[in-house]
């Protein structure tokens, strides 16, 4: 297959639930284009449902006015998604930090979606009041 010229996308929209499906169908689609393994595919629409997610409900308390800034870059070798959301940020060291595997967290309805980011991509950073979560995964090597 020859190289393809990376796919780009850059848009702002409201904090609505309802956009989370239509964002996820235009990033798998460009990414299976690629190449990706299902197993990539999964890791890729996991984590950008749950970082969509926190983006509308925990960082814009799912107000309308409130905007959510998305970045996706994919090229044949990697998936890099950026999400920026206009909320009050979060403390990243300690809710990177958290243990989801322990007993008393299992049962809870949410806190899990940045341990599963982080178990999925290759790389995850955020910026320093954590409104900005940038994510990438790697297409293996075969």
């Known amino acids: 297959m020859g190289t393809l010229e990376a796919f780009r996308l850059d848009r702002i929209f ?3 639930l309802d956009s989370i499906e239509t964002i996820k169908g235009i990033v798998e689609a460009e990414a299976r284009t690629r190449d990706f393994t299902e197993e990539e595919l999964f890791d890729i629409e996991i984590s950008l449902e749950e970082a969509l997610y926190n983006a509308i409900v925990h960082g814009n308390n799912r ?3 409130k905007t959510v800034h998305f970045k ?3 090229d044949d070798e990697k998936t890099f998604i950026e999400i920026a ?3 009050a940020g979060f403390e990243v060291d300690r809710l990177t930090k958290i243990d989801c595997t322990r007993h008393d967290r299992l049962l809870r309805g949410n806190g899990r979606g940045l341990f599963i980011i982080r178990k999925s991509m290759d790389n995850v950073s955020f910026n320093e009041d954590g409104t900005i979560i940038s994510m990438e995964k790697y297409k293996e090597k075969r």
């Open 72 to 74: 996706v870059i994919i």
């Open 63 to 65: 107000s309308e006015s």
């Open 14 to 16: 409201p904090s609505n």
């Open 85 to 87: 959301d206009q909320g």
